[in-house]
């Protein structure tokens, strides 16, 4: 089973920063990862998928890089409504199976 | 509007059975793979199981083989999770998610959950 290991587990920044979150998979996933934001007491939502191609509606500050088993996910300058959890998510080959990072929560400063 | 609703969520006793559903609307249901996906309070996502477009195909995590089942019923674009042999560990809100393509590998619409509590 690919273990998705996500750092840092808590980033505290204020309005207007940069956030860089990572997701390191125990073995290679090529590019098929996905990141999730999750705001409380709501539904995940896709955001970024094959590892830097942003979902339909995802605003352009939001970006994904890396391929392997290391990935970034890059907010370019945190809006408001940023502030959430955010997980990447794998698929193994096959039988389909999925994994999720820990998360990682992003709070205001 | 593509949208999922689920329903079936509820208290229930260590060993016993619940089923879940999630409506769907919006899209060609029967063309899309759907999936269960679980969140025990105040933790992080686990996927439970997977279902092809068909219902001829399905997946399981580890921790629920053999007591969950999920089928469908592209008829009434309806998705089920029957859960049977149900343990305190199961607590959670229950998501289904359509996945995005035929590849199976991403969820890009989701439910707003249903939450079963497993307790005596």
């Known amino acids: 089973e690919i273990v998705l290991t996500q750092s840092p587990a808590t980033l505290s920044l204020s309005p207007g920063e940069r956030a860089t979150l990572s997701c390191r998979a125990s073995q290679s996933v090529s590019s098929y990862l996905a990141w999730y934001q999750q705001k409380p007491g709501q539904a995940p939502r896709l955001l970024i998928y094959?590892?830097?191609n942003r979902a339909t509606g995802i605003p352009a500050r939001f970006s994904g890089s890396g391929s392997g088993t290391d990935f970034t996910l890059t907010i370019s300058s945190l809006e408001p409504e940023d502030f959430a959890v955010y997980y990447c998510?794998?698929?193994?080959?096959?039988?389909?199976?999925?994994?999720f990072g820990q998360g990682t929560k992003l709070e205001i400063k | 509007e593509v949208q999922l609703v689920e329903s079936g969520g509820g208290l229930v006793q260590p060993g016993g059975s619940l089923r879940l559903s999630c409506a769907a609307s919006g899209f060609t249901f029967s063309s899309y793979a759907m999936s269960w996906v679980r969140q025990a309070p105040g933790k992080g996502l686990e996927w439970v199981s997977a279902?092809?477009?068909?219902?001829?195909?399905?997946y399981y995590a580890d921790s629920v083989k053999g007591r969950f089942t999920i089928s469908r019923d592209n008829s009434k674009n309806t998705l089920y999770l029957q859960m049977n042999s149900l343990r305190a560990e199961d607590t959670a809100v229950y998501y289904c998610?359509?996945?995005?393509?035929?590849?199976?590998?991403?969820?890009?619409?989701w439910g707003k959950g249903t939450t079963v509590t497993v307790s005596s």
């Open positions: 279902i092809s477009g068909s219902g001829g195909s399905t």
């Open positions: 998610a359509k996945f995005k393509d035929r590849s199976y590998y991403y969820m890009d619409v």
């Open positions: 998510q794998q698929r193994s080959n096959w039988p389909p199976a999925y994994t």
């Open positions: 094959d590892a830097s």
